[in-house]
């Protein structure tokens, strides 16, 4: 592949990162009932599930706050970082390539990635601190500034093609589509990698 010299590697979160063993989208179930009016959105602002029920969870039809909340602890109770991604991580900074988180998150789902990955992490581009969601430019545009760096030294790494490789090609970065089940389509397997692990071979980094 022909990229301009990486200087930094950013992983979407879930689902590349980390994974929710026990998924129970508390945030998806009142998202589902706000339609279309002006409400805060958990993935652009800083408001948590208690902010976000407040705005819609006078709908006739939402599940109780307490039983959202005890669906956000079993999701956050059961996130596990992929076996080969602290590794990964590693690998890089010991290679001097910088490593980024960059995903669309509420804010509540931040904390496992800093708790399990923090440390091998040099910048935290989320949705809710930037204003902007992947694939939109303007997200792009706010990791290429928290790291320094002009977008064509960033690789993008996700298992979200329209999000992840469109969107971030789009703004100049560099991208591999994470395809972890091996279900991507014809034209999307020449820049597709299965394990995480796969990233350093692309980078010629492989030990």
């Not at 990229?3 to 990162?17: E, M, R």
Request: aromatic fraction near 8%; proline fraction near 5%.
């Amino acid at each position: 592949m022909k990229w301009q010299p990486i200087k930094a590697v950013a992983f979407d979160a879930y689902g590349t990162l980390i994974e929710i063993g026990e998924k129970r989208r508390p945030f998806a179930k009142l998202a589902a009932l706000s339609g279309q009016g002006a409400i805060a959105s958990p993935l652009t602002e800083r408001i948590g599930l208690e902010q976000f029920y407040a705005a819609v969870g006078q709908h006739s039809d939402a599940p109780s706050l307490k039983s959202l909340q005890r669906d956000l602890a079993v999701e956050l109770a059961s996130t596990h970082a992929y076996p080969e991604a602290a590794f990964v991580l590693g690998q890089l900074r010991d290679r001097g390539i910088r490593t980024a988180v960059a995903s669309n998150l509420a804010m509540p789902y931040a904390d496992p990635i800093r708790n399990e990955l923090g440390e091998l992490l040099d910048a935290f581009c989320f949705s809710f601190n930037v204003g902007a969601v992947k694939p939109e430019a303007r997200f792009y545009a706010a990791l290429a500034v928290m790291l320094r760096l002009h977008p064509s030294e960033i690789l993008m790494v996700g298992d979200t093609w329209r999000c992840d490789y469109t969107g971030a090609t789009d703004a100049g970065l560099a991208a591999l589509h994470l395809d972890r089940r091996r279900n991507a389509a014809p034209h999307q397997a020449a820049v597709s990698i299965h394990d995480l692990s796969d990233v350093l071979g692309a980078l010629d980094l492989a030990p």
